[in-house]
């Protein structure tokens, strides 16, 4: 089988680029190519950056979160409020929260979302250590800031169900309309969402 670059070496860092994350075919080439191209200097940071990540980041061990000690800034910080803890799928979505600024509380990780199709059980997450945390931890509320597919509406719903029986209100973040959005591209049940959940104009 031919090689498309005329070097396996080259096409092994391409293929290797190519499993990341939203790295398409094109993009893992382009970034091979830079990477090629550019000072060796620049190579050599991002190896050492790869590997000082590897070294010294792990997950919190309360929250799940980034960490480079035993907990994040965010579980380590006395300001935050400890009355809401915010559950969401992955730590990238602790960024977004962080970034948009909107929440002051607590974070739980749960390292993914429930998918039986795709082997995904409660056990695969850290449902277990969210239960006993809000029984050890007694917070208000509970922020369900899962993404509105079928995963995390299962997984929305299995946290609800297990914490039926407990003092902690449970809440999810509105879905609807976005905004800058047409009515004619919304699908049926983002619409129904939005129309139940409709609020008055002031």
Same mark, same amino acid.
């Given at each position: 089988?031919? *090689?498309?670059?005329?070097?396996?070496?080259?096409?092994?860092?391409?293929?290797?680029?190519?499993?990341?994350?939203?790295?398409?075919?094109?993009?893992?080439?382009?970034?091979?190519?830079?990477?090629?191209? !550019?000072?060796?200097?620049?190579?050599?940071?991002? *190896?050492? !950056?790869?590997?000082?990540?590897?070294?010294?980041?792990?997950?919190?061990?309360?929250?799940?979160?980034?960490?480079?000690?035993?907990?994040?800034?965010?579980?380590?910080?006395?300001?935050?409020?400890?009355?809401?803890?915010? *559950?969401?799928?992955?730590?990238?979505?602790? /960024?977004?929260?962080?970034? !948009?600024? *909107?929440?002051?509380?607590?974070?739980?990780?749960?390292?993914?979302?429930?998918?039986?199709?795709?082997? $995904?059980?409660?056990?695969?997450?850290?449902?277990?250590?969210?239960?006993?945390?809000?029984?050890?931890?007694? +917070?208000?509320?509970?922020?369900?800031?899962?993404?509105?597919? $079928?995963?995390?509406?299962? =997984? !929305?719903? /299995?946290?609800?169900?297990?914490?039926?029986?407990? +003092?902690?209100?449970?809440?999810?973040?509105? =879905?609807?309309? +976005?905004?800058?959005?047409?009515?004619?591209?919304?699908?049926?049940?983002?619409? =129904?969402?939005? /129309?139940?959940?409709?609020?008055?104009?002031?």
């Amino acid at each position: 089988m031919p *090689v498309p670059f005329g070097s396996a070496r080259l096409e092994r860092l391409v293929k290797r680029l190519g499993r990341l994350p939203g790295i398409g075919s094109k993009s893992a080439a382009r970034l091979a190519l830079h990477l090629l191209y !550019a000072d060796e200097s620049e190579s050599e940071d991002l *190896v050492d !950056a790869l590997r000082d990540v590897k070294q010294h980041v792990r997950p919190c061990s309360r929250c799940g979160s980034i960490a480079e000690a035993e907990l994040c800034r965010i579980c380590e910080d006395p300001r935050r409020d400890d009355r809401q803890l915010c *559950v969401v799928a992955q730590a990238t979505d602790v /960024f977004t929260m962080e970034r !948009a600024a *909107v929440f002051r509380g607590r974070y739980h990780v749960l390292g993914g979302l429930l998918s039986p199709l795709d082997g $995904v059980r409660p056990e695969d997450l850290s449902l277990d250590a969210l239960l006993d945390r809000v029984r050890d931890s007694g +917070p208000e509320e509970i922020v369900l800031a899962l993404s509105g597919s $079928v995963e995390g509406e299962a =997984t !929305a719903l /299995f946290i609800g169900q297990q914490l039926s029986e407990d +003092p902690v209100r449970i809440t999810r973040l509105a =879905t609807g309309i +976005p905004v800058g959005g047409h009515l004619e591209f919304v699908d049926d049940v983002t619409l =129904t969402r939005a /129309f139940s959940a409709r609020l008055p104009l002031s």
